[in-house]
């Protein structure tokens, strides 16, 4: 499954330039709105240590990791819920993500200009939620005019989802997002079709000066306060220390990030973020040809698991042999753990576990 998270905020906040050291691709960056028109996309390889243990157990022919994209959005402003700026580009690319990363400036740089003329990390937050909200507020309105007339005809099922609806509205008319709402899930079937912008996880990043990586400031103090009944992650990253780890090789960046204070860098944080985000693992898949990485969702059973790799393994799904990777590590072969007794045989109800090492047997 391909993971996609939309990084977006505020013009002139950071995001291209976190987006460059995050990814191979390299998106246009100035000190003007707008300089990312068309969303840039870049694949970046998730890292993950026990890839590296697999490779030195089985000794394969090639290693594939697991990866996550970055999207790139445009910079949105006031107004953008109308059209402003470059608004109906950024709600139309958001809606495609999974997931939000909420770029927030807190840092103050007097040669790179703020829309709003200060740096006030609640208002750049509040200015793009109220924007979400009222773009949402405008889809579920739509949905409620059309299904008014089928509730007054005795439809059970409109006049349900026409009460959800009801719901949602006053939720997004007092500037509370989609997300925090809680209703019955069997009842947010009234608003799949619509799919809402402020329903989509968010992290917020905020984009600190090089001082203030591991401490943070007043503006990031602020912004915490400011969502903390969201029980939103909010993540300390210096884009202008990602850009200059991104030029560096794996053996200096580790020395660089020393120098620092820290023990991994943003991308790495954000990318850990973003799994527990969306409630997703890892299984690996092990053998002569290759070593692979396979990303799902927390709590599929085997046979879902399989599909990832094809679908064909999912409707043929006979069994799955699993192997945990410290037997692995422990017995130092597949054949040495299937004489350990350590190689389990797992049928449709198996959930797999993160770190699983799993073989799929099926029919075609």
């Known amino acids: ?18 987006f460059n050291a995050l990814s191979s691709a390299k998106a246009e960056a100035a000190n003007f709105p707008f300089c990312t028109i068309e969303p840039n996309v870049g694949v970046v390889t998730v890292p993950d240590s026990r890839l590296k243990k697999l490779e030195e157990l089985v000794n394969p022919q090639k290693v594939i990791p697991t990866t996550i994209e970055f999207v790139d959005i445009a910079g949105l402003v006031k107004g953008a819920s109308k059209g402003e700026g470059l608004g109906n580009k950024f709600l139309a690319n958001i809606r495609e993500v999974d997931a939000i990363i909420h770029v927030i400036r807190c840092f103050v740089d007097d040669n790179v200009v703020h829309v709003a003329g200060s740096v006030d990390p609640v208002f750049d937050k509040e200015v793009i939620d109220t924007e979400l909200q009222l773009k949402d507020l405008e889809s579920v309105e739509k949905k409620i005019t059309r299904l008014e007339k089928i509730a007054k005809s005795g439809d059970a099922v409109a006049r349900k989802q026409l009460a959800t609806l009801q719901t949602y509205k006053s939720h997004l008319e007092d500037n509370k997002n989609a997300r925090s709402i809680e209703v019955p899930k069997e009842d947010k079937e009234a608003v799949a079709d619509l799919f809402l912008l402020t329903a989509k996880p968010v992290i917020y990043v905020a984009n600190v000066d090089e001082a203030s990586t591991i401490s943070g400031n007043k503006y990031v103090e602020a912004l915490k306060e400011a969502v903390k009944q969201e029980e939103s992650e909010v993540l300390l990253i210096s884009a202008a220390i990602e850009s200059q780890i991104a030029e560096l ?45 396979w990303t799902i969702v927390d709590g599929w059973k085997a046979p879902k698991a399989a599909g990832v790799i094809h679908t064909d393994f999912e409707k043929g799904f006979i069994k799955a042999e699993v192997i945990k990777l410290n037997d692995y590590q422990q017995y130092k072969s597949e054949v040495a753990v299937k004489e350990a007794g350590k190689m389990a045989i797992e049928g449709k109800e198996y959930t797999v576990k993160d770190g699983d090492v799993m073989h799929f047997r099926f029919n075609v």
Do not use: H, W
Request: aromatic share 8%; glycine share 12%.
């Open 249 to 293: 090789d794996l053996e200096e960046r580790g020395l660089f990030l020393e120098e620092y204070g820290l023990q991994e860098s943003g991308l790495d944080r954000l990318i850990r973020a973003s799994y527990r985000l969306l409630s997703l693992i890892t299984y690996f898949t092990a053998g002569e040809k290759e070593v692979r990485a």
């Open 1 to 18: 499954m391909s993971l996609q998270c939309g990084i977006v905020g505020l013009p002139n906040v950071g995001k291209s330039t976190l």
